[in-house]
């Protein structure tokens, strides 16, 4: 349990550092234009000029609900919060699996345009990881005994 518990807390850290990581590097497909770095924080920043409602929703989806989620799993491993809400927990885990998915699709549909350069970055590598482990870390500490 107490791995679980390590994990579940490092998340607290990793999370915040996926936010700021490129999740993929993005420009025009013609010679000498760079690409420019987008991350979670840099993308949220360009919605809210554009779209309040979307980036509303991105920034519960990608920031909110998971560390909302790695808190309640550690109040639930340390017995300050009942096993009962773990269910609601890994709903909130889900709905950041949803933004991950987003981004993928997003990604998939602008290669298949072509006019435009996507690369993923390692950003989205450690934002999947960090999602995944979430899930896990809910899913194992479920199983567990109090």
């Known amino acids: 349990m107490a791995a679980l518990r390590y994990l579940n807390l490092s ?40 779209d309040v409602f ?10 909110f609900a998971p560390i909302l989620k790695v808190v309640g799993v550690a109040l639930i491993q340390f017995g300050q919060m009942r096993r ?9 885990g889900k709905l950041a699996m949803a933004d991950i998915f987003l981004i993928a ?9 072509g006019m435009a350069r996507i690369e993923t970055g390692w950003g989205l590598y450690l934002f999947t990881f960090c999602v995944v482990a979430s899930i896990l870390v809910s899913f194992l500490t479920g199983r567990r005994r109090a």
């Open 11 to 50: 998340l607290l850290i990793l999370f915040p550092v996926a936010w700021f990581a490129p999740l993929l590097r993005a420009g025009v497909n013609l010679p000498l234009f760079g690409l420019e770095e987008i991350s979670v924080v840099s993308g949220l920043q360009a919605l809210w000029e554009t």
């Open 54 to 63: 979307l980036a509303l929703l991105v920034t519960f989806f990608a920031i």
């Open 84 to 92: 009962r809400m773990l269910p609601a927990l890994n709903f909130l």
């Open 105 to 113: 699709l997003y990604i998939v549909v602008l290669k298949g345009v």
